[in-house]
């Protein structure tokens, strides 16, 4: 019974300011809140899952102290973090428009590969161990070529701007997407399902 009442009390926190990551733990069900953390985040190394798990596990560790901080002590964490890659480099987030259509340039007419990684950190009782979990998800994408003028029309909508590899795959860019190999909603920038499994003795 205490079991069940404490999984009953535990929150939810998801590290994470995107509004994509919420939608989709929205559409499987999930009661949760948002923390974000100001801790600065680093990469040490350029391996694109070992980097996005390396990332994930940095959000969901910042908010378990600052949780600690606050006196709570019930608390399942969800860290994530993105990245798209091509032959094997990473592609982040664009700092421009420059960027931007350099990265879709290179995008266009090829296939990639979109990595997140997941970190989930179960923070109970203060004498009891936290547990952490961190796995991440591949997802291929092939795009159509695009014309130099259709990578300057999609720059400007200012869509790619806040998107790793510049491109929102359930917004403008769909009408570019070849096909895909994979779980559709890790390109977006949660593989929800996976999640689930994880944590569903969590919940």
């Avoid at 069900?29 to 190394?45: H, Q």
């Avoid at 092939?142 to 029309?153: A, C, L």
Wanted: some cysteine; proline content about 3%.
């Amino acid at each position: 019974m205490r079991n069940e009442r404490q999984k009953a009390e535990r929150k939810i926190i998801l590290a994470s300011a995107s509004p994509r990551r919420k939608s989709l733990l929205y559409q499987i069900g999930l009661d949760f809140e948002v923390m974000i953390s100001r801790t600065e985040e680093k990469i040490t190394t350029d391996i694109p899952w070992k980097a996005v798990e390396e990332l994930s596990r940095q959000k969901a560790l910042a908010c378990r102290d600052m949780l600690a901080g606050s006196g709570c002590r019930n608390a399942l964490i969800i860290g994530a973090d993105t990245v798209v890659a091509v032959d094997g480099r990473i592609l982040g987030k664009p700092s421009g428009e420059q960027e931007a259509a350099d990265m879709l340039s290179l995008l266009q007419g090829h296939s990639h590969q979109v990595y997140t990684g997941v970190t989930l950190v179960l923070f109970e009782e203060e004498d009891k161990p936290f547990q952490v979990k961190t796995f991440h998800e591949v997802t291929d994408v092939e795009f159509y070529p695009m014309s130099r003028q259709e990578i300057v029309d999609y720059v400007r909508t200012g869509e790619p701007m806040d998107k790793a590899g510049a491109y929102g795959i359930q917004g403008l860019c769909a009408r570019y997407i070849r096909g895909i190999r994979g779980d559709y909603n890790n390109v977006v920038g949660l593989p929800v399902a996976r999640l689930y499994q994880e944590v569903r003795d969590w919940l």
